[in-house]
């Protein structure tokens, strides 16, 4: 069964900054499309940012050069950098393992938790 662990997330005041990883069990990252989701309750679930095989990145507007997508194939773990951080950021985030542009995630991570609050 794959697993997909996420760790990392927080309590941490407006200005901060946090680092999610994401480690899978059961399949190599370098395979699939990496993507970051999260949701803030009562909203929806939306992306925050993708990386492709080929290394390059999306991401969502109101993150744009706040928050970093990056993939260490030979570690096999994704991560999420995240400065300047603001108490709209706040929701549990959730990484996903896509195998193509073209399916939906194929596997989800359990989430973490990232508040933004002084």
């Known amino acids: 069964q794959v697993q997909l662990v996420e760790s990392g997330g927080g309590l941490v005041q407006p200005g901060g900054s946090l680092k999610l990883s994401c480690a899978p069990s059961?399949?190599?990252?370098?395979?699939?499309?990496i993507v970051w989701y999260r949701q803030a309750p009562g909203k929806q679930r939306e992306l925050v940012a993708q990386i492709f095989k080929s290394g390059s990145t999306n991401y969502e507007d109101s993150v744009k050069g706040r928050f970093t997508i990056s993939r260490d194939n030979a570690k096999n773990t994704a991560y999420l950098e995240m400065k300047s951080l603001k108490p709209e950021d706040t929701a549990v985030y959730y990484c996903g393992a896509q195998s193509s542009i073209y399916s939906s995630v194929n596997y989800w991570g359990q989430g973490t938790q990232v508040t933004v609050s002084s």
């Open positions: 059961r399949i190599m990252f370098s395979n699939y499309i």
